[in-house]
């Protein structure tokens, strides 16, 4: 009785949706069903689906001869453009977009992080509150990881270019404080 109690449970359980990129094209697998959600032919390198899975953020990339910027869209599950943006680098002036997103991610149901290459050994870690479209984390370094709970960011933090041996030690941030050495 148990089991069967279970697998009639399992069943009526709705299975949890899913985004993929497929030929640079976002598509969602909802109940075993497949659907394409964009069809512009620009690339995409990841989609992810919010916490409430109720929207997808995705990075459109750029082509070198296409002279734009890559940009951060959001999408509802019907394939409804929400909103867009460009992560811009603030961190060391000018202040621009970024011309390379390495990552997105969401933070929450209502901001979405993307990690932009700075250089060789460095990344900037921008989070944007979808809501205001302002920046609401900026940081410098590499290896960033949100906090379960989202609300800290821990990173290795800035290695600057030519420094003294004594100052080329990598160490650990929690947003903007240092935590060790």
């Not at 709705?14 to 069903?33: K, Y």
């Not at 959600?37 to 992810?48: F, P």
Request: with cysteine; glycine share 4%.
């Amino acid at each position: 009785m148990r089991l069967t109690l279970f697998l009639v449970v399992l069943l009526a359980w709705p299975a949890q949706p899913r985004v993929e990129i497929r030929n640079s094209e976002v598509w969602v697998i909802r109940d075993g069903r497949e659907t394409q959600l964009t069809n512009d032919g620009k690339s995409k390198v990841q989609a992810e689906l919010s916490p409430a899975q109720n929207r997808i953020a995705y990075d459109e990339q750029c082509i070198e001869a296409e002279h734009c910027t890559p940009t951060v869209i959001i999408l509802d599950l019907e394939g409804h453009r929400i909103t867009s943006f460009q992560p811009r680098h603030q961190a060391f002036p000018p202040a621009e977009p970024c011309s390379s997103i390495l990552s997105i991610a969401w933070v929450g149901d209502n901001a979405v992080s993307a990690i932009c290459h700075g250089n060789p050994s460095m990344s900037e870690y921008v989070e944007i509150d979808l809501s205001t479209g302002q920046t609401v984390r900026d940081l410098v370094g590499y290896d960033f990881t949100v906090s379960p709970n989202g609300k800290e960011v821990a990173h290795v933090g800035l290695l600057p270019h030519f420094a003294p041996p004594y100052a080329k030690s990598e160490y650990l941030q929690i947003d903007h404080t240092t935590i060790y050495p």
